[in-house]
């Protein structure tokens, strides 16, 4: 059985108590369990624990999934969606977009931004908006929203 083993170091802790990461390509490396260089058949969670002691999960970092290929994301069930998911890891783990500046953008400018990445429609575009940077000018139109403003 392969293990994902996360080299990352460690900052500080927020007011909140959840660890922040360093953003670095170059400290995120794999391993089997005996300790050799290897693939990693699937991304493993990430266990984060609040200062109150509430245990999270998160998603793996840009660093983890920059790393992996297009097939390996394919075997954790992302299908086509392999190909976008690495385009933009690898932009964020290598400077070319700043997912925290998206914070600080005006919906247009977060909006033309998401445009830029490659796999991100004007739905997704909207939907991250609206629901992950609570843009309230955002509306995602799908073909069913389409069709019954039509």
């Known amino acids: 059985m392969m293990a ?10 927020s007011g909140a108590g959840v660890v922040h990461r360093a953003d670095s390509c170059d400290t995120v490396w794999f391993a089997d369990s005996a300790g ?9 969670p990430l266990l984060i624990i609040s200062s109150t002691g509430a245990e999270y999960y998160a998603f793996p970092t840009a660093e983890a999934l920059a790393l992996a290929t297009e ?9 086509y969606r392999a190909k976008y998911v690495l385009d933009t890891a690898r932009k964020v783990c290598f400077g070319d977009i700043s997912l925290n500046s998206l914070h ?20 997704v575009a909207d939907c991250i908006c609206l629901f ?9 139109v799908d073909t069913h929203i389409r069709q019954a403003l039509d």
């Open 36 to 44: 050799s260089a290897a693939s990693v058949f699937c991304m493993a």
């Open 104 to 123: 600080d953008m005006t919906y247009k400018a977060a909006r033309k931004e998401l445009l830029g990445l490659y796999g991100v429609g004007e739905k």
């Open 4 to 13: 994902l083993i996360l080299s990352i170091p460690l900052t500080k802790k």
């Open 71 to 79: 097939e390996q994301l394919r075997e954790c069930n992302l299908g």
């Open 132 to 140: 992950g940077l609570h843009q309230l000018d955002a509306f995602p």
